[in-house]
């Protein structure tokens, strides 16, 4: 059964403090590709690394569904300085 935003939305939701979600499908609404930008207080004193190896633990039914899962992660001051920046 493929992943759908909702379900990623959810689990998402469910398992950190979300200041700001992006969930995009990208594979033209199969399921089976999907990128994330995704901000959190939860991701404070944290490198990009363990960031990551939150998320895929959270997500870790959903992303066994999927061809390919790309994700952003950052705190609310790391996300401001990239919006800053003009990305």
């Known amino acids: 059964m493929p992943t759908t935003r909702e379900d990623l939305e959810k689990a998402i939701h469910d398992s950190f403090r979300v200041s700001h979600l992006e969930i995009e499908d990208q594979s033209s609404g199969c399921g089976a590709n999907y990128a994330i930008v995704l901000v959190s207080e939860d991701f404070e004193g944290k490198l990009s690394l363990a960031k990551h190896r939150m998320v895929n633990e959270a997500l870790k039914e959903q992303i066994?569904?999927?061809?390919?899962?790309?994700?952003?992660t950052f705190t609310p001051k790391q996300y401001e300085a990239?919006?800053?920046?003009g990305n």
């Open 64 to 72: 066994s569904q999927m061809h390919a899962f790309s994700q952003k």
């Open 82 to 85: 990239y919006l800053a920046k």
